[in-house]
């Protein structure tokens, strides 16, 4: 039988789950997380590989802003190493490609795993290997005490912000990441698709305010059937950088998962992010895998 390319619907929530667990197991993304995207989300378009009823591949489009004159889109290509070699990744690239150009993309911008056959995957349809990527685990009941929290400013977890204010402080540290990786979607479709998203554990997410206002901030994944977190972004707005912070939110985050029964976590960081990866390495982070940005115009 053939592949077919089609937009996935929330039906096709488990199998786009399997293939990221076979293709990028580091990541959370949980059967129930996916289909709460596929009913939500608005501003990403996302497309499928299917032979017979099996999913074989994933492909995602970030749908840009409409005042966007020349908009850099982040695209998704994932195949899972046991479907490799069939041609399903070059014939779901097309389909996302037409799609991000559709939507008036004029860059494309994909993470590529740091294997001979992936770059090469890349580079053939026009990419150029642009940034390192870092990705790492920590043994979590190896990590230290959390660090302590500056004079004059609170620590809670998610139950206790208010999500503008996160919203706002997302915004802040998306505009800033090197990658082009984060992005900050309307508020609107944010709550609807990361606030409320089922694989987010408000518990296991940690600010820091200062009165009211979120200035730092770690957004904490959780998978529980396989005991896993995934630090979904830590950042802290600029006016605040150069206090610590970081690695206040984060070793809280990662000492309240251990005590909640989790024992690995997992994170990603542009390579060129020396304070994040210093915080990464005195939590306990070890080095996983590399993987690389790349960019094609369009």
């Known amino acids: 039988m053939g ?3 089609r937009s996935a619907t929330p039906a096709d929530a488990a199998g786009i789950a399997a293939v990221w667990a076979a293709a990028m197991p580091q990541l959370v993304k949980t059967a129930k997380g996916v289909e709460a995207e596929l009913r939500t989300s608005t501003s990403r378009v996302v497309l499928i590989a299917v032979d017979g009823n099996e999913v074989v591949g994933y492909g995602n489009v970030y749908l840009p ?6 908009p850099r889109v982040r695209i998704t290509i994932q195949v899972p190493p046991a479907q490799r070699g069939r041609g399903i990744g070059s014939v779901l690239a097309e389909a996302v490609f037409q799609t991000a150009e559709e939507a008036g993309a004029r860059k494309l911008l994909i993470v590529v795993q740091d294997d001979d056959a992936s770059k090469a995957f890349a ?6 290997i642009g ?5 790492a685990a920590a043994d979590l009941a190896a990590v230290p005490e959390p660090a302590p929290v500056p004079n004059g400013l609170r620590l809670v977890d998610y139950t206790e912000v208010d999500p503008r204010s996160l919203w706002s402080a997302t915004a802040a540290v998306a505009d800033g990441d090197p990658s082009g ?5 309307a508020y609107e479709d944010w709550v609807a698709t990361d606030w409320n998203h089922p694989d987010l554990r408000r518990d296991l997410s940690i600010a820091v305010l200062d009165g009211e206002q979120v200035v730092s901030f770690v957004t904490t994944t959780a998978d529980p059937d396989r005991r896993v977190i995934w630090s979904n972004l830590t950042g802290t707005i600029p006016s605040y950088r150069g206090r610590g912070l970081a690695k206040v939110v984060k070793s809280a985050a990662l000492t309240r998962s251990r005590d909640a029964g989790f024992t690995t976590a997992f994170t990603g960081n542009d390579a060129g992010n020396a304070p994040m990866l210093a915080v ?3 939590l306990g982070y070890q080095p996983t895998a590399v993987a690389w940005t790349a960019e094609k115009v369009v």
């Open 65 to 70: 802003l409409p005042d966007d004159e020349a």
């Open 280 to 282: 990464n390495r005195w």
């Open 181 to 185: 990786l984060s992005n900050a979607p």
């Open 123 to 128: 580079t053939g349809h026009g990419f150029t």
């Open 131 to 135: 940034r390192r990527m870092s990705q």
């Open 3 to 5: 592949i077919e390319i």
